[in-house]
């Protein structure tokens, strides 16, 4: 109540230096306008049960416990009739992604506004763990911990382990204030913290020979700022903006005791996680229309980050402590320019024919200091000094297309674009991406509307130069599918139809081919390929059906080499349905239903290597059906019942069976592929005023 009182405090004290340009619309009427005026609002109050909570439900839902949970929430709001203005609103104030938000001004003039968002992300199915104090920068084990070189030797494992809740709650703060100023100008302002804490999956090793998964910490807040102010007149438009934003992370590194036989001092290993980092950056932009036909819009934005931190020790373990460091801080700064030149050019060449071009620049300038670093792998293995590589980048992007209006319903398009990627210090210095597209559409018939659209991209590549790393050397006939050669093709079909005033359905097919045939490894062949349809019937305005159905099969073959040449294919297919119903059955009574199926099947099938037996099949099963009713009691009361059921099955050879030491080189969560099945009851009354 607090925070209310003082939102309101100040939002008076606005009103009173905004008096003056007030008075110019306190002569403004409507009369064929009704507007509500004073307080009214409306409370929601009730409670709800949930028979379990799964990680995977209760994600992103606030629903963290089985059993009872409150259902609070509510608007106010306030108008008069000078244009002021005030609204607050609250959901979901029982569970873990509740909001708040308050808007207010004088319409024309002003606006304030706060908010509050909470809301928390869990990972993980039935994971444990045997180190102590999850969501600190230390992970120790017990006492009686018995260390060996495979999992199979941990013997303490089963008396130590702990059930472990991998969650993070991500909690959000933001005020802003926007304020029309006399004449063409207008100002803007935004603040937002951000603050997420909680536990996430991590890992760390011994080069390749162990690796243990840790609960890491996740402690770290943002604060960003956004200042604009526009001016607007006669077709033109011109705005100035600046951001600030200021990363903090309050655990600079992890420190983990090795749970395995420790080879040389490595009984502690370290990890740096995320550095602090600055990021500021200045926006123009504008647009204008030089003639009938024709609009120039463009932008240009300067930036830089700057991450300044203390570098950690090449390694905590005490045989490379005497290892000088190049320097005591990374000193990093990366400039970025953005350059929108001409972004949306749109012209009218003839009365059915139109243009419209753009041009876009990016370029980041890496100016991080370079020095010859030595490196520790995995707190044992150290390499020969190597020079850091500061990444930097140029990026160019140039589109056209042509669109002309056949007389009669056809519609035609066609165009080309050009992207043009050139990198420092990467394997693929430059690539260049051309593509040509066609379009077609009609829309002569009364009841049918159709498109289509053919889309051809080349990718060319410079030579690919292998890039030394202080790690694991990658074999030189590797091609990362990003930097690779590449000839995509693509088109696209979709049909809307109404054949009957209230039947409507829509049809839409897509397909993408994109070919690697200059690489000998890595990605060679990829096809995605889906197919949705959607039917509506809406025979009065109180009710209407609908139904829909999704299909997408994706394929791809990759190849490698290791002791012996092998090849991947995979194949993923994913099936939506889903159906619904909503409407008034009464003066007094509205149902909504709605019923969605989902299933998902993954293979991964190979070919040479070692003649492994195949993968099993990775698959997952959804049902879901929700069903509200509300009872109008009265002019004032709702009554709200509602229900939500979900059943969920899958399958994943990765983790199914294995448990925390069911690998002998990886001390692992020991979680298993979700399956459960939640019912969820909701009872609310709703009262308006």
């Not at 439900?57 to 709001?77: K, Q």
């Not at 993980?124 to 260390?147: D, E, H, I, K």
Request: charged fraction near 20%; include cysteine.
């Amino acid at each position: 109540m607090r925070c209310i009182h003082i939102f309101a405090t100040v939002l008076l004290l606005v009103s009173g230096s905004h008096a003056a340009m007030a008075q110019e619309t306190d002569t403004w009427q409507c009369n064929f306008c009704t507007y509500a005026s004073g307080w009214f609002g409306s409370l929601t109050l009730g409670a709800g049960w949930a028979s379990e909570a799964p990680t995977r439900f209760v994600d992103y839902r606030g629903i963290n416990n089985s059993g009872l949970f409150p259902s609070l929430g509510g608007a106010l709001a306030y108008r008069n009739g000078r244009g002021h203005w005030l609204e607050f609103e609250a959901h979901d104030l029982g569970t873990e992604r509740r909001m708040l938000k308050a808007r207010g001004g004088l319409e024309g003039k002003y606006q304030l506004r706060i908010a509050y968002r909470e809301i928390a992300k869990l990972r993980g199915f039935n994971s444990s763990t045997p180190f102590t104090g999850p969501g600190s920068p230390t992970l120790t084990l017990p006492a009686n911990w018995v260390n060996a070189s495979q999992t199979s030797g941990f013997t303490a494992l089963n008396s130590a382990l702990s059930p472990l809740a991998l969650q993070t709650v991500r909690k959000n703060f933001s005020t802003g204030l926007d304020l029309k100023l006399p004449g063409a100008w207008s100002l803007k302002a935004d603040y937002r913290h951000f603050q997420k804490d909680g536990t996430r999956p991590f890992a760390a090793g011994v080069l390749t020979l162990n690796s243990s998964h840790v609960p890491a910490p996740v402690n770290f807040n943002n604060d960003r700022v956004d200042l604009a102010a526009s001016w607007s007149a006669d077709h033109k438009h011109l705005r100035i903006g600046f951001t600030s934003s200021v990363f903090n992370n309050q655990n600079a590194a992890i420190t983990i005791q090795n749970p395995f036989a420790p080879l040389g001092s490595t009984h502690f290993l370290r990890s740096a996680l995320e550095p602090d980092s600055e990021f500021r950056q200045l926006t123009l932009s504008g647009a204008f229309r030089p003639a009938d036909g024709i609009k120039i819009s463009g932008s240009a934005s300067r930036g830089s980050i700057r991450q300044d931190g203390a570098l950690l020790p090449y390694s905590i373990n005490p045989d490379f402590e005497n290892i000088p460091l190049p320097r005591e801080q990374l000193a990093q700064k990366i400039d970025s320019d953005s350059l929108r030149l001409a972004s949306r050019l749109s012209a009218r060449l003839g009365p059915r024919l139109d243009l419209t071009a753009s041009i876009r620049i990016d370029e980041r300038d890496n100016r991080t200091p370079v020095d010859l670093y030595t490196p520790v792998i995995t707190d044992l293995a150290i390499r020969p000094e190597t020079p850091n590589r500061p990444y930097s980048f140029e990026r160019k992007h140039y589109r056209a297309e042509l669109a002309w209006r056949v007389p009669g319903s056809l519609r035609l398009r066609a165009g080309l674009g050009r992207r043009e990627h050139q990198r420092s210090l990467q394997s693929v210095r430059k690539t260049e991406d051309d593509s040509l597209w066609f379009e077609a559409g009609f829309n002569g018939w009364s009841s049918a509307q159709l498109r289509l659209r053919l889309e051809n991209t080349n990718r060319d590549a410079s030579p690919y130069l292998s890039v030394n790393d202080p790690g694991l050397q990658e074999n030189p006939l590797m091609r990362k599918f990003n930097l690779a050669a590449m000839d995509r093709r693509r088109a696209i079909f979709e049909l809307d139809i109404a054949p009957a005033l209230p039947l409507s359905a829509s049809l839409s097919w897509h397909v993408s081919d994109n070919d690697y045939e200059a690489s000998l490894l890595g990605l060679q062949y990829s096809r995605d390929e889906s197919f949705n349809f959607d039917l509506a019937y809406n025979p009065t305005k109180d009710w209407s059906i609908y139904g829909f159905a999704s299909l997408e099969d994706i394929d791809s073959r990759i190849a490698g080499a290791g002791i012996s040449a092998w090849r991947a294919n995979t194949a993923d297919q994913f099936t939506t349905l889903g159906a619904g119903f909503a409407g008034q059955i009464s003066e007094t009574l509205e149902l909504d239903l709605e019923l969605v199926s989902a299933e998902s099947k993954g293979n991964i099938r190979t070919t040479g290597g070692n003649k492994e037996a195949p993968f099993p099949s990775i698959r997952t099963r959804l049902r879901n059906a929700r069903i509200r009713a509300t009872y109008a009691h009265g002019d004032h009361w709702n009554w709200i019942l509602s229900a939500e059921q979900e059943s969920y099955s899958s399958s994943d050879w990765q983790v199914d069976g294995l448990g925390t030491d069911g690998i002998p080189a990886i001390l692992a969560f020991g979680q298993d592929s979700p399956d459960y099945h939640v019912t969820v009851l909701r009872i609310e009354a709703l009262y308006r005023f």
